[in-house]
């Protein structure tokens, strides 16, 4: 079992694409209406959209290699890129997503640990995500990894707003 980590660059725009809205379809298609499914996935993970994230020194995306085939990514702020001002001492984990044919390889377990280095480099000394409150399966394992819940904020899905936790941790 060999596990990579890279770094996502413009020339990954397509494949970034791909896996964006394979894993968050797979993740969330069951709990929501295909119209806001649909909205959603047209706005978060348009071409233009992705591009002007990698593009952005404040962001970092990672892929995630099991045995030499794509599994998942990653997605880091700081500074102005964090989707709510958490302040200069945080790093966001906005997107920690694995196909549903690598979960439970401890793959998520992977990601956590790099974002976790990255916040390290950059002098931050928490962590905080947000996580939709009806996601009990990444709420556990974030539990799990040491984070707790801080507060929450609303996440629009299509039409349709929902409630995400925001889950922080402190580093030590």
């Known amino acids: 079992m060999t596990i990579k980590i890279t770094k996502c660059s413009r020339e990954d725009l397509q494949t970034l694409q791909k896996i ?3 894993t968050f379809h797979d993740t969330f298609k069951d709990q929501n209406t295909p119209e806001n499914m649909e909205a959603y996935l047209a706005k978060a993970f ?3 959209q992705l591009e002007r994230e990698l593009a952005n020194p404040s962001s ?3 892929f995630v290699y099991f045995n030499e085939e794509l599994a998942g990514y990653l997605k880091v702020n700081i500074n102005d890129a964090q989707s709510e ?3 200069e001492e945080f790093l966001e984990i906005e997107r920690i997503y694995i196909r549903s044919p690598f979960q439970n390889h401890g793959l998520g377990k992977h990601l956590l640990n ?3 280095e990255i916040a390290m480099d950059q002098n931050k000394s928490k962590l905080w995500l947000g996580v939709w409150e009806k996601n009990r399966k990444a709420i556990a394992f974030y539990n799990k990894m040491g984070f707790i819940q801080t507060g929450a904020h609303s996440f629009y899905m299509g039409d349709e707003e929902q409630t995400d936790f925001i889950m922080s941790k402190t580093l030590v």
């Open 85 to 87: 001002k958490m302040g």
């Open 114 to 116: 790099k974002a976790i």
């Open 46 to 48: 348009h071409s233009e």
């Open 20 to 22: 964006s809205i394979d």
């Open 60 to 62: 970092e995306i990672y």
